[in-house]
C-alpha cells in the first residue's frame, strides 16, 4: 500500500487519521456490542446513545443555546437550498440572498422556485473575488430571512466578522459547509445554519442543520413530509433511517475537538496554517491569489493560479506525483486550490510550500 498522501480535496476531504484508525479498530465489532454501526439498527440502545453523544458534544463546543434544534439530515447542502425556502419563506413569501459564489447563487435560483427571492448584493462581476458589505438598508424589512454562505469553497473567500451583515430581527440563514467547527461564531445571531459534513466534518451522507424552535412548523402543509424540519425536529433525527455510519464519524470528530480544547484551538491552528500558505503566495513571484482583500480570504480553502492555465496544468500534475493530490481549482474555475480543512496536518502546509518553492524554481 502506499503512504497516506496530503489529500487537498475540497470535499470529501481528509479526515483526522486517528479518527479513522479508532472507527477501523471498532468497524466490526462497535464497542464489544458484537456489530458494526453500518449493521445496527438505528432504534437500538447503542446507536440511540451514538446520535445522543453526537449532538451533545456538538452543542458544547458550538455552544449551541437550547431553543436550537440540532438536525441530522441527508440530501447534501444541496436539498437545504430548498429545504430552507420551503419552511422558512412562508410569511410574506420574501427572502434577500447575498451571492458571493457558485452555492449561494444556487441557493438563490432554487429559492425563485418557491417565492420572492431577491439577489440583494453580488460580486459575481468580480469573478466573486471579494465579499460584499451590507448594511441593513439594504435588505427588505419584510424579508422572510437572508442568506449567506459563509465560506465560499470554490472562490477561496469568507464573511469574516465585520461582513457577517446585522439583519436585526430578521433571520439569518447561513450555509456553513465547508467551515464549521474552524471558527467560533455565536449561533444566536443566526435563524438557521446548515453544513454537509463532507468538507470539516465526516464522510457524505449526513448534513447538519442547526435552526432556532420558533422557525419550525410554519412549512406549508403540502410539502413533502421529508423535507419538514419540524418532522425531523420533532422525532430526534429519527422520522426515518437516518445516515447512521456518517453520524457516527461526525461524533468521533466531536469529541476530538472538544478534547484537543475546542474550536478556538482549532481555529487557531487553521489560521497558522493559512497565513503560512497565503504569506508565502504573496511573496512569490509566480503564484497569485485572486483574493485580493485579506480579510475576504478563506482559512480552508485557499485559491490561488500562476495566470498561465498549461502551468497551472502542470503544477497540479507535478504535485500529485509528490504526494500531494487533488489542488485543481474547481472544474469551473480552473487554477488551484488547497483546501485546508482541520484534518489537514501543517506537516501538509509544510509540505506543499516546499513544493511551491521547487516548482517557481523551475518554471519561473
Ligand atoms: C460543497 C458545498 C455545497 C454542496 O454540498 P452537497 O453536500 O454536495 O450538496 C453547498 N454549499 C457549500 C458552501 C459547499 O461547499
Not at 420574501?94 to 459564489?101: E, F, H, L, N, P
Request: with cysteine; hydrophobic share 40%; glycine share 8%.
Amino acid at each position: 500500500m502506499t503512504e497516506r498522501v496530503y489529500n487537498f480535496s475540497a470535499g470529501p476531504s481528509m479526515l483526522p487519521l486517528d479518527v479513522i484508525e479508532d472507527a477501523a479498530k471498532n468497524l466490526a465489532n462497535y464497542n464489544g456490542c458484537g456489530q458494526s454501526v453500518m449493521e445496527m439498527s438505528h432504534r437500538s440502545k447503542e446507536f440511540q446513545k451514538i446520535i445522543d453523544d453526537a449532538e451533545s458534544c456538538l452543542r458544547r463546543i458550538m455552544n449551541i443555546p437550547d431553543n436550537y434544534k440540532v438536525l441530522f439530515l441527508q440530501g447534501g447542502g444541496t436539498l437545504q437550498f430548498a429545504m430552507v425556502p420551503m419552511n422558512l419563506m412562508t410569511k410574506s413569501g420574501k427572502a434577500d440572498y447575498i451571492v458571493t459564489g457558485t452555492w449561494a447563487k444556487k441557493a438563490a435560483a432554487e429559492a425563485k422556485k418557491f417565492g420572492d427571492a431577491k439577489v440583494i448584493a453580488t460580486s459575481e462581476e468580480s469573478k466573486f473575488t471579494y465579499i460584499p458589505r451590507v448594511t441593513k438598508d439594504d435588505i427588505r424589512p419584510d424579508a422572510d430571512y437572508v442568506y449567506i454562505a459563509t465560506n465560499n469553497t470554490i472562490y477561496g473567500t469568507h464573511f469574516c466578522e465585520d461582513a457577517v451583515p446585522d439583519t436585526g430581527d430578521i433571520p439569518l440563514v447561513a450555509d456553513m459547509s465547508s467551515c464549521i467547527l474552524s471558527e467560533e461564531i455565536d449561533v444566536s445571531k443566526y435563524g438557521l445554519i446548515f453544513a454537509g459534513a463532507q468538507k470539516n466534518v465526516a464522510p457524505a451522507g449526513v448534513t447538519i442543520v442547526i435552526v432556532r424552535e420558533d422557525l419550525l412548523g410554519n412549512a406549508p402543509e403540502n410539502i413533502p413530509t421529508y423535507l419538514d424540519y419540524k418532522i425531523h425536529a420533532d422525532n430526534g433525527s429519527m422520522y426515518n433511517t437516518p445516515p447512521c455510519f456518517a453520524i457516527y464519524i461526525a461524533g468521533e470528530v466531536f469529541k476530538k475537538i472538544e478534547a484537543e480544547g475546542g474550536i478556538g484551538k482549532m481555529n487557531a491552528q487553521d489560521v497558522a496554517k493559512a497565513e503560512k500558505l497565503y504569506n508565502y503566495i504573496d511573496e512569490s513571484k509566480l503564484y497569485k491569489c485572486p483574493v485580493e482583500n485579506k480579510d475576504d480570504r478563506s482559512l480552508m480553502n485557499v485559491v490561488f493560479v500562476t495566470g498561465d492555465a498549461d502551468l497551472d496544468k502542470k503544477f497540479v500534475a507535478e504535485a500529485k506525483e509528490e504526494g500531494l493530490v487533488n489542488l485543481a481549482g474547481h472544474r469551473s474555475i480552473g487554477g488551484m486550490r488547497a483546501s485546508i480543512y482541520n484534518a489537514m496536518p501543517m506537516e501538509g502546509v509544510d509540505a506543499l510550500i516546499s513544493f511551491m518553492k521547487k516548482f517557481e524554481a523551475e518554471n519561473l
